[in-house]
């Protein structure tokens, strides 16, 4: 089963290059979401979506872009990157919006940003 | 804007010692999740309390949801060190937004 894909697994960008952080489930989830997860601060949402078509910002949502142009795939685009977007990203997705569905996670991009 | 307030912020204690961890908020949530993780991995879902008051048992952990269902508490007896982890609290009735975790250190 593989569950909430993402890659890379790494990347180093310098700043003001863009790119794209790939996501994609194979459970015909509805709801899938993005996370940063930085040192003392937990998981911040970044943007999520509840279907195809349909995205909404999260907590964080400056710099970072997204669509959902199929149930599968979720990607983020960071369109010029900075040095503050150094973080670890998590893509996760649920089969409903909201708790009590449970988030299923990705392993996680590790973006260094010089 | 809903947050989360966990605590301790970090814990690291002897196995075989008992601890528990709090998850508090000034939001009334419909229901609450605890997550676990560890390093490299994304988080996995412990347990989803859904009813004021309510206890759930899994194993040594026990979840207890407040009756007013603002705050939520994890307790650990006779800790092991796989234990050892980042323990989070989430919520959120249309978007799920966690707290900022627990880092706890069993040691052996």
């Known amino acids: 089963n593989a569950g909430v894909t993402q890659t890379p697994k790494f990347q180093v960008l310098k700043t003001g290059q863009s790119m794209t952080l790939q996501c994609a489930q194979d459970?015909?989830?509805?709801?899938m979401s993005w996370y940063r997860q930085d040192p003392g601060m937990g998981l911040r949402l970044i943007h999520y979506?509840?279907?195809?078509?349909?995205?909404d910002q999260g907590e964080v949502p400056n710099g970072y872009n997204v669509s959902r142009s199929t149930t599968e795939d979720f990607p983020l685009r960071l369109l010029s990157a900075a040095p503050s977007q150094t973080s670890v990203y998590f893509c996760?997705?649920?089969?409903?919006?909201?708790?009590?569905?449970?988030?299923?996670f990705g392993n996680g991009t590790r973006l260094t940003v010089t | 804007t809903q947050l989360l307030e966990q605590s301790p912020q970090f814990l690291s204690i002897q196995e075989g010692e008992n601890l528990t961890v709090y998850c508090n908020s000034s939001?009334?949530?419909?229901?609450l999740q605890w997550y676990r993780q560890e390093p490299g991995e994304g988080p996995v879902l412990l347990v989803t309390?859904?009813?004021?008051?309510e206890v759930k048992k899994l194993k040594r952990l026990t979840f207890q949801f407040g009756d007013a269902r603002k705050d939520s508490s994890l307790h650990i007896t006779a800790a092991q060190p796989g234990d050892t982890g980042l323990y989070l609290c989430?919520?959120?009735?249309?978007?799920?937004?966690f707290g900022k975790g627990t880092r706890l250190h069993i040691l052996p």
């Open positions: 309390v859904v009813t004021g008051g």
């Open positions: 939001s009334v949530f419909s229901s």
């Open positions: 989430a919520a959120g009735d249309d978007k799920i937004i």
């Open positions: 979506s509840v279907g195809a078509g349909i995205t």
């Open positions: 459970m015909n989830h509805e709801y």
């Open positions: 996760a997705s649920s089969y409903g919006q909201g708790a009590p569905s449970p988030l299923h």
